[in-house]
């Protein structure tokens, strides 16, 4: 939320090599399986990038697939979790958010930034998410 954000090519691991790759999925992210070979770094590094990036932060994502691919990750690089990925949605019913005010706050994350299914985008949204409930007086972003 403060504004930093890090994105990592990472190298498949030998025991994905065989995993289906799908065309589909490459035109939408725009990342090919060539380029991950070529650039992509090796998993124990992007572990501890990441680790080092999160360290003293709360880590939430809005579906629990994200904490499942950080499992795989783990796995494949014989680590443990480096940390805990929560959902957003605990996060804000905690905080007492209606369903038309998170509705409207990711509306308009949407419109600022529009780009998406590259995990950096998504994640800079979702934090503009976070931002615009966090910067509205509580009864503030309703439709």
Do not use: N
């Not at 998410?129 to 509580?138: G, H, W």
């Amino acid at each position: 939320m403060d504004g930093r954000d890090r994105a990592w090519l990472i190298r498949p691991a030998e025991a994905w090599r065989y995993w289906d790759w799908s065309e589909e999925a490459e035109k939408l992210h725009g990342i090919s399986r060539e380029q991950l070979d070529r650039e992509g770094l090796p998993l124990a590094q992007v572990i501890s990038e990441m680790a080092d990036f999160a360290a003293d932060c709360s880590v939430f994502a809005d579906a629990d697939l994200d904490e499942y691919w950080l499992e795989v990750l783990c796995q494949a690089a014989g680590r443990g979790l480096p940390f805990h990925v929560r959902y957003l949605g605990e996060f804000m019913k905690k905080r007492g958010y209606t369903r038309p005010q998170v509705v409207a706050a990711l509306d308009e994350a949407k419109r600022r930034l529009p780009k998406e299914h590259l995990a950096r985008e998504d994640a800079k949204r979702l934090a503009l998410v976070v931002k615009l409930l966090l910067d509205e007086p509580p009864q503030g972003l309703s439709t």
